[in-house]
């Protein structure tokens, strides 16, 4: 890690729930903060907001537009986007699909995305993006970094650092300090959740919350974690959409979402995170 990569997290550290606005005056020393931001991003030691920069159209997606339209589950608008994409000779920005309207694009978009026609790229958002250290950036920080070589970093970062640990330390101490009441018999929480107990919380948090089918991660993981981890809650959903039994869609903008609900996402390699659920 370089120092301007450190200089970005020490500064996010100084920030309210280490979340602030990518335009903020902390980072306008920053000349190179779309490329830090971008490396950082990569290492998953921050987030941001995103939108889609450019779209290309795959494989599957050429392949479909060869068939007769009445064989094909996409409706006339999809198929327009759809081929307006594919005229391009590589990656094609929104801004040159002009029809339909920009947020009936978007969605159409979307959809296309989700089947598996086309594919996006991603770039920070233009107008009120917000960055934020990530769990896996607050877990390097506090036990994984090792400085190394010199470099200069100003006592105010020196001091978010300090903070940062001492807050950490604190909590750590405070668990390992609470007394252990051994006058009731322990219980060990139940982590043997089924598939299909977890079909059914999603379809109950479905109903309650009102989310017409389209239920944001975030509610189930407060909901189920604990007792189950991160990881286990992933593979599980993984598994229910390996067996059609649900959909997991991607976010396209998130400026609707807290930081922290935007994180509760399933990262991807390509494209934006899977955050919705739909139930078939």
Not at 5 to 23: A, K, M, P, W
Not at 118 to 144: F, N, Q, S
């Amino acid at each position: 890690m370089d120092i301007n990569e450190l200089d970005f997290l020490l500064q996010l550290l100084g920030c309210n729930d280490y979340c602030s606005s990518y335009d903020a005056i902390e980072f306008k020393s920053l000349k190179t903060k779309d490329k830090i931001c971008l490396s950082l991003g990569k290492q998953k030691l921050i987030d941001y907001t995103r939108e889609i920069a450019t779209v290309k159209i795959l494989s599957h997606g050429q392949d479909l537009l060869k068939l007769d339209p009445k064989e094909v589950s996409i409706t006339q608008e999809e198929r327009q986007v759809l081929e307006k994409i594919s005229k391009a000779s590589e990656q094609i920005s929104l801004s040159k699909i002009t029809l339909p309207e920009a947020s009936k694009r978007d969605e159409i978009i979307k959809v296309l995305i989700d089947k598996g026609l086309i594919e996006a790229e991603e770039k920070i958002k233009k107008t009120k993006a917000e960055v934020w250290l990530t769990e896996r950036g607050i877990e390097y920080l506090r036990d994984d970094y090792v400085a190394e070589g010199a470099g200069n970093i100003s006592l105010d970062l020196l001091g978010n650092y300090l903070r940062f640990m001492r807050k950490t330390l604190c909590g750590h101490s405070q668990q390992l300090s609470t007394p252990i009441d051994n006058t009731e018999p322990s219980v060990e929480k139940d982590t043997n959740i089924g598939d299909e107990e977890i079909l059914e919380i999603i379809r109950n948090l479905d109903r309650e919350l009102g989310s017409d089918n389209y239920l944001p991660i975030f509610h189930l993981r407060k909901k189920l974690q604990p007792p189950l981890t991160r990881d286990e809650l992933d593979k599980a959903l993984y598994r229910l959409q390996a067996s059609d039994q649900i959909e997991l869609s991607t976010l396209l903008d998130p400026t609707d979402y807290k930081p922290d609900e935007v994180e509760a996402g399933i990262i991807q390699n390509i494209g934006g995170s899977l955050f919705f659920i739909i139930v078939y």
